[in-house]
């Protein structure tokens, strides 16, 4: 198959789990990705930003999700930092690229994190 049949392009649906079932929306994100790039947003007004890299050899079919999330600019500043500093935490993992649905774990900074990864639709 093509690159193309998987479901790379397309609306996304993260959200994280605990137990094998979604956790309250506030763990929820929407991520779009077009010609193998990354965007969206959580509640939390975290951004995430990256790349999802596709294999298709022979009977292996994986991708790879290389990405980051910053968070928004806090309204109080820890001490030692301003109102306008932000964060970035890396999230990596590997994904069955042809799964419209998908149980997975991912790593998030030096957490592993259990999520599941929804593939919404074709975008227009």
């Known amino acids: 198959k093509s690159v193309r049949a998987m479901h790379a392009d397309g609306l996304y649906e993260i959200a994280l789990c ?3 079932k979604p956790v309250a929306s506030a763990g929820h994100a929407l991520l779009v990705c077009r010609s193998g790039r990354l965007f969206g947003a959580d ?3 975290r951004i995430y930003k990256g790349r999802l890299r596709l294999y298709a050899k022979h009977a292996v079919r994986k991708g790879f999700l290389d990405a980051i999330y910053e968070t ?3 309204v ?3 001490r030692g ?3 306008d500093m932000q ?4 999230v990596t993992g590997e994904i ?3 799964a419209r649905s998908q149980l997975t774990k991912l790593l998030v900074g030096r957490k592993t994190v259990a999520v599941k990864i929804t593939y919404i ?3 227009p």
């Open 18 to 20: 605990r137990h094998r």
């Open 43 to 45: 509640a939390r007004g």
């Open 72 to 74: 928004p600019p806090r």
């Open 76 to 78: 109080k500043p820890r």
């Open 81 to 83: 930092t301003t109102v």
């Open 87 to 90: 964060s970035s935490v890396s």
């Open 96 to 98: 069955d690229p042809m």
């Open 121 to 123: 639709g074709p975008l």
